[in-house]
């Protein structure tokens, strides 16, 4: 089985699991008790504080720990919201292509009477700074852009966004689920007034984030009922599980150098070797992507049939978000950079981890390669491109 549906979640380390299972058995006390298995277990909760911190080069109290991504997600928007209308600002910035959970929580927020402007990320997936700059106007409040693509991968121009919201002092919120763990962050040096981030894409456990918030800028409680992070998230602290998460995002930044080289050039080979398909394009900028990350459209089939049938040779791969494969609707990231709907609906994400074979990305391009000339045998539509009652788009 080649697993290659990393950005949909990834298997937890040996590390995190050994970190988790040692604190359930050894450090089950409820931190915010003041006997000593309590404190046992704040103390292991405010270790691992300290080191997602130092992480991603902010300060300890600065680190509030969630559910994971889509909650640290609108925790941050929701705040800065609250804020904005306090002062009378009542426009956001954001782009086409965000996930959803950036995108739903803007949808709310319209209509509760905040005007929304999406940027376009034209057809290689990228942001352009200048473009946020001009959009930024008066009454302003949050500019939020993901610092990685979930679906096509593409990094975004962070820093130079960043710069440009700290000079124009606009708070700038990034989702950097796919990015924490893959990237190098900085919320310093990448001028981050907010991040989000979830544990199981950086092989630690599901149900565990947490949201990174400046010094000085305040939060709006989505949960209440009690005084846990500072009274700003109500709950009982998952304490094995954020323990997990530290010790999986350590292990992450030792071994990035290593883990980016080798998935990089596994990248570029399934790049070169989808690029042999005829009527095949690569989704967005070739050389500006995560490390792990290769989608591709093919023209003439339906994506879904292609994961089912790369599904029975052993390959484990998506069409897009995991959030959203129950859906028959095309990509919105897709459409995002200008693919048409019947293009959209024949794509493929690989996200391949640091464990992947020169032999079994070699097997993957085999593979797709014989599955879409096999749905492309018996297709309809591709028989119209072939006896040109259609023009090919790719």
Known sequence: MIYADNAATTKMSETAIHTMTELMRDTWGNPSSLYTHGQIAKDALEQAR?????????????ILFTSGGSEADNQALRSIAALGRKQGKMHIISSAFEHHAILHTLEALKKEGFEITLLDVHEDGLVRPEEVAAAIREDTCLVTIMYANNEIGTIQPIREIGEICRCRNV??????????????VNVRTDHIDLLSASAHKFHGPKGVGFLYAKRGIRLTNLIEGGAQERGKRAGTENVPGIAAMAAALQEALEHMAENTEHQRRMR???????????????????????????????????GESLLLLLDDRGIQASSGSACTSGSLDPSHVLLAIGRVHDVAHGSLRLSIGEDITEEQTEEIIRDVSEVVEYLRGFSPIWRDLKEGRKEYIL
């Open 50 to 62: 300290e080191d997602i911190a130092a992480a991603i080069g902010a300060e300890p109290r600065e």
């Open 171 to 184: 708070i700038f919120h990034t989702d950097a689920v796919q990015a924490i763990g893959h990237l190098p």
């Open 268 to 302: 570029d080979k399934l790049i070169e070797g989808l690029n042999q398909i005829p009527h095949a394009a690569l989704n967005g900028d070739a050389v500006h992507r995560l490390p792990g990350n290769v989608n591709f459209c093919f023209e003439g089939i339906e």
